[in-house]
């Protein structure tokens, strides 16, 4: 089964800090791979979203890391804010039709003021 | 664009009724998605279209569920009968369904199955 293992479950980090959440899978056709942020109440939506020919994007405080040898990606949000906390989800995806996405079990963060 | 529209928000409904969930995907997407979130599963895909046709239901989790889409700009997703254990929060999503396009996701619908 495709899966995309996804830790921690919860994250505290103090104002100013760094947020770190890191992924895993383990099917080789995936080719993209977006994280998602979900406000309660809200559906997700895309945050930011890496392609395997590249190890690292950036944009603004959010930063995704890629290591395609290790099949693993990671969310880094620098200078976290109050406004950051709510729940990151990893997704990864083929090239089948839809572009069907493939979720990790999410990490609900909360940024202390 | 209004973005995907689902409705109803919230609907609370006793076991064994019928329940059916509606959306409305962004004008020009052709693919949509129906989701289902809870805290034990988080968040599951149960069927997507692709140009209004069902291309994967295998996460459908029982003959009890049932999703159409007879046009571009609708689809329903059906429970009947309705059990306690279907509580959850429905997402609608949908995206233009080629290479990479982000997928757009509803307010949900809440559903509370007593």
């Known amino acids: 089964q495709q899966q995309v293992k996804q830790s921690p479950q919860s994250l505290i980090v103090q104002k100013g800090g760094i947020s770190i959440i890191n992924c895993a899978y383990e099917?080789?056709?995936?080719?993209?791979f977006p994280w998602y942020q979900q406000f309660p109440g809200k559906g997700p939506a895309l945050l930011i979203a890496?392609?395997?020919?590249?190890s690292e994007k950036k944009e603004g405080r959010f930063t995704i890391s890629f290591n395609k040898s290790a099949k693993q990606f990671s969310l880094h949000i620098m200078d976290s804010q109050p406004g950051d906390s709510a729940t990151y989800f990893c997704a990864a995806s083929d090239s089948g039709s839809a572009r069907q996405l493939t979720f990790g079990s999410g990490t609900q963060l909360t940024v202390l003021p | 664009d209004a973005g995907v529209i689902q409705s109803p928000r919230h609907e609370v409904t006793e076991m064994g009724q019928e329940v059916t969930l509606r959306c409305k995907p962004i004008s020009g997407h052709n693919s949509l998605f129906w989701y289902r979130q809870t805290m034990m599963r988080g968040l599951e895909l149960l069927i997507y279209?692709?140009?209004?046709?069902?291309?994967?239901d295998s996460g459908m989790p029982e003959d009890r569920f049932s999703a159409k889409m007879p046009n571009a700009s609708f689809s329903t997703l059906k429970i009947q009968p309705s059990e306690p254990r279907d509580s959850a929060v429905y997402f609608c999503?949908?995206?233009?369904?080629?290479?990479?396009?982000?997928?757009?996701f509803g307010p949900g619908t809440r559903l509370t199955v007593l």
């Open positions: 999503a949908s995206s233009r369904g080629t290479s990479y396009n982000e997928q757009f």
């Open positions: 099917n080789t056709a995936f080719d993209y």
């Open positions: 279209f692709n140009n209004n046709v069902p291309i994967d």
């Open positions: 890496i392609r395997p020919d590249v």
